[in-house]
């Protein structure tokens, strides 16, 4: 089985601009969760979705913006790009939401690299 | 503010020695506890985890210690190995989101 995929795996964007993230999560799986990863550092929650809704939203400025579509997978876009976003951006998919018992075990996947010049 | 603490920033161990990785939290709303293996260019993934009704969990040579009193968790690595040399995060959950650690990067030398 396929674990969790995202693309792309890198990428370099220049200040001001915008970007899109794309996740699909392991099949059958209904919750995704973005992490930001500075070098050096633990991942920082950004979004969790569950069943196409926003369930938890973690302290990043309204540039930040994620849906889930019908089939589960999700998008992670970035407008305005500044150098600090410069970052991994993980994507985790669980059963269910975080904070319950199928939902507290998340499987990563292995990242998008990303690049802001 | 970093909700979850973890310490040291970095650690070598011999091969077969004990890695010891800690971390302390603050919120007592935390209430699972989950530990993360990260190689160079990988996404992190789930060693071991715990709840706080449970004072030790153990998987092969990976033990969890928690102490609820003290709200400090511990990871110990047992027989230490080489292919062990990784980063590893402590994390932490109240509801809705994972709180990570700022991670230890364990080297194991031969």
């Known amino acids: 089985d396929a674990g969790v995929t995202q693309s792309p795996t890198h990428l370099i964007k220049t200040r001001g601009q915008h970007v899109t993230l794309r996740c699909s999560p392991i099949?059958?799986?209904?919750?995704v969760s973005w992490y930001q990863q500075v070098l050096g550092q633990g991942p920082q929650f950004i979004f969790q979705?569950?069943?196409?809704?926003?369930?938890g939203r973690g302290n990043f400025p309204d540039r930040f913006s994620a849906r889930q579509f019908p089939n589960y997978s999700s998008e992670l876009n970035v407008n305005a790009l500044l150098l600090g976003d410069s970052a991994l951006y993980l994507c985790?998919?669980?059963?269910?939401?975080?904070?319950?018992?199928?939902?507290?075990?998340?499987?990563f996947g292995e990242g998008s690299w990303l690049t802001v010049v | 503010q970093q909700q979850v603490k973890q310490s040291p920033q970095s650690l070598i161990v011999q091969k077969g020695g004990i890695s010891i990785i800690n971390c302390a939290y603050e919120?007592?709303?935390?209430?699972?506890f989950p530990w993360y293996q990260q190689f160079p260019g990988k996404g992190p993934a789930l060693l071991i985890a715990?709840?706080?009704?449970?004072s030790e969990k153990k998987e092969g040579r990976f033990t969890i210690s928690f102490n609820k009193s003290a709200k400090q968790f511990s990871l110990h690595i047992m027989d230490s190995q080489p292919g062990d040399s990784a980063t590893y995060f402590c994390a932490a959950i109240p509801g809705n989101q994972f709180y990570f650690g700022t991670g230890t990067s364990l080297t194991v030398i031969p």
């Open positions: 979705y569950y069943e196409k809704e926003e369930r």
């Open positions: 919120n007592t709303a935390f209430d699972y």
């Open positions: 099949s059958g799986h209904k919750s």
């Open positions: 715990i709840r706080p009704d449970v």
């Open positions: 985790a998919s669980s059963l269910g939401p975080t904070g319950t018992y199928s939902g507290n075990t998340i499987y």
